[in-house]
């Protein structure tokens, strides 16, 4: 270090211009006008064209994985009837209901095998029997709980699974 230099202070926020240096011991005044006297050890030159060289290299930061059974999306099945076959008209109301049990319960088994945690079933609002057949078909199962997906309990067209 010599008289003239810029000079930071190590742990601690002072700086100034190195006034005189003898032996060991640097005096330097700061921006005010004190002056101050620490060992050499205790200082790090303060030059800013150290940096400018030095060139900064941006990294992608990492994208963390989520599996598909932890997703925040449920799997949605909606089980109005014209979206389960392609001539819903050719059909009677009993084997429609059929249809739409097995359907539910193969999804339900579907969401078991992969682990899956929520599962949306969309019902629809109508006279209830449909209504009525799932509640039937999800009280019958083991290791799921199911509430109406809509804030009023009362004629809500869907329902919401959580497996355990």
Request: aromatic fraction near 10%; include cysteine.
């Amino acid at each position: 270090m010599k008289i003239g230099d810029k000079v930071s202070v190590v742990d601690e926020d002072l700086n100034g211009v190195v006034t005189s240096v003898k032996g060991n011991i640097v005096v330097f005044k700061d921006e005010y006008g004190f002056t101050y006297q620490y060992p050499k050890e205790k200082l790090v030159p303060k030059n800013s064209d150290i940096y400018e060289n030095i060139k900064i290299v941006k990294k992608a930061e990492p994208k963390k994985n989520i599996s598909k059974k932890h997703q925040k999306n449920a799997l949605v099945l909606d089980l109005h009837f014209h979206n389960l076959v392609k001539n819903p008209n050719d059909y009677d109301s009993f084997e429609r209901l059929f249809i739409q049990k097995e359907r539910l319960l193969e999804t339900l088994s579907f969401c078991r095998k992969n682990h899956l945690k929520r599962l949306e079933i969309v019902h629809g609002i109508g006279d209830g029997v449909l209504q009525r057949m799932v509640w039937d078909a999800l009280e019958s199962q083991t290791g799921l709980d199911f509430y109406n997906k809509e804030i009023l309990h009362h004629q809500s067209g869907a329902v919401m699974v959580e497996f355990h």
